[in-house]
């Protein structure tokens, strides 16, 4: 079967082919309504994945304070029930029982729902490899800190996180990859995102092949932008000579 790629210049409504194949506001075109559910795919992984960075982060520090058993219990905790909940289960718990159980969310809208779903499934995630990045650090890098006379918090913010960061950079690039794809899951809550374009959009004009060849283009191009910018970061936060030895850096 030939492709036909005019199927993205059609107008939404009446079908006909639009020359320069962008529509007017209107009367958008399928390739309109393609690049505005990759803004949206774009604001729910990107949004979810700083709460999943600030999240994780806090889950993965407090499952090595020393000391603190009831915080490594919860976290730990945590971990293990956002990490083996299914993702699509999660999404329809924020969206259908969460709003029953607590009755202020139910104002909440989908956007919302979904990314606070897909942010705490992928901070479980991210938690492990701060934990695993803590851990990797030699012991004594903790004992120079508390020599300093640092507390705590101080010598985990200036002594352990950078270079814990440091060796987690690449783990952390693919669940950034990762994000854009569990972004999907989206479609199930009416997010017009790109995989609800690509069921609509596939179904309306009878050429779904092309309609979703284009939409993994974009989700190509959006995982390779966040590839190439954490290996710019990483890059630019290497450490010449650093590797790191030993365990227990967070114990």
Same mark, same amino acid.
């Given at each position: ?72 219990? %919860?976290? #730990?905790?945590? /971990? ?5 909940? *299914?993702? &699509?289960? !999660?999404?329809? +718990? ?85 994000? %854009?794809? #569990?972004?999907? /899951? ?5 997010? *017009?995102? &790109?995989? !609800?374009?690509? +069921? ?52």
């Amino acid at each position: 079967m030939a492709m036909d790629w005019k199927v993205f210049c059609q107008d939404t409504l009446s079908g006909d082919v639009v020359a320069g194949c962008f529509g007017t506001g209107r009367d958008p075109t399928y390739l309109n309504w393609m690049f505005s559910a990759w803004g949206w795919t774009i604001g729910v992984s990107l949004t979810a994945l700083v709460i999943a960075l600030l999240v994780g982060s806090i889950i993965g520090v407090i499952r090595t304070l020393p000391d603190n058993p009831w915080l490594v219990r %919860f976290g #730990n905790a945590w /971990v293990e029930l956002f990490r083996n909940i *299914p993702l &699509l289960v !999660q999404v329809f +718990l924020w969206y259908h029982v969460v709003p029953a159980l607590i009755p202020a969310m139910r104002d909440f809208p989908p956007f919302i729902l979904v990314v606070l779903a897909l942010g705490l499934f992928t901070s479980a995630r991210i938690a492990e490899q701060v934990r695993s990045g803590i851990q990797a650090l030699p012991k004594g890098q903790r004992y120079a800190g508390m020599a300093m006379g640092f507390t705590t918090p101080q010598y985990y913010r200036y002594v352990i996180l950078p270079m814990a960061y440091r060796i987690i950079i690449p783990p952390l690039t693919s669940e950034s990859m990762n994000i %854009f794809k #569990n972004s999907a /899951v989206a479609f199930a809550v009416s997010v *017009p995102e &790109l995989t !609800q374009f690509a +069921l609509q959009a596939g179904e309306e004009t009878s050429r779904p092949i092309e309609i979703y060849l284009g939409v993994t283009v974009l989700y190509v191009i959006s995982a390779m932008i966040i590839n190439r910018i954490m290996a710019y970061v990483e890059k630019r936060a290497r450490v010449p000579g650093f590797v790191a030895a030993g365990t227990g850096g967070g114990h």
